[in-house]
């Protein structure tokens, strides 16, 4: 076993939607299992009114890996593919932008 395939196996439990990371996100073919990341940022640019903004980004294997402009619904809200990011490993990284 290479050491890719050793990587794609211990994937497919981060990648079980009952393990409790991984969710179903649907596609304009269906669906596919992703981990769905919403951070909240807010910061000081040394002025007294904050910048506040939030970068959504799905993680998925990469044989699931969607293209730029590709929209998708997570949790009721639809998003558009900004950039995939596929990071060698087995995983692509999508940020995101709202629809």
Same mark, same amino acid.
């Given at each position: 076993?290479? $050491?890719? /395939?050793?990587?794609?196996?211990d994937l ?6 009952d393990?409790? $990371? @991984?969710e %179903?996100? *649907?596609?304009a ?8 990341? &919403?951070? =909240?940022?807010? #910061?000081?640019?040394?002025? $007294?009114v904050?910048?506040r903004?939030?970068?959504? @980004?799905?993680?998925t %294997?990469?044989?699931? /890996?969607?293209a *730029? &402009?590709? *929209?998708?619904?997570? %949790?009721?809200?639809? =998003?558009?593919?900004? /950039? !995939?990011? !596929?990071?060698g490993? #087995?995983?692509?990284?999508?940020? +995101? %932008? +709202? @629809?």
């Open positions: 076993m290479t $050491f890719l /395939e050793d990587i794609d196996d497919d439990s981060l990648y079980d939607p393990f409790g $990371f @991984a %179903r996100v *649907e596609t073919d269906g669906y596919i299992i992703g981990i769905f990341e &919403s951070p =909240y940022y807010e #910061g000081d640019p040394g002025t $007294f904050g910048v903004t939030s970068t959504p @980004a799905l993680r %294997r990469t044989k699931d /890996e969607l *730029e &402009s590709d *929209e998708i619904i997570i %949790r009721g809200t639809r =998003y558009t593919v900004v /950039e !995939p990011m !596929p990071n490993y #087995g995983e692509t990284i999508h940020m +995101l %932008r +709202l @629809a």
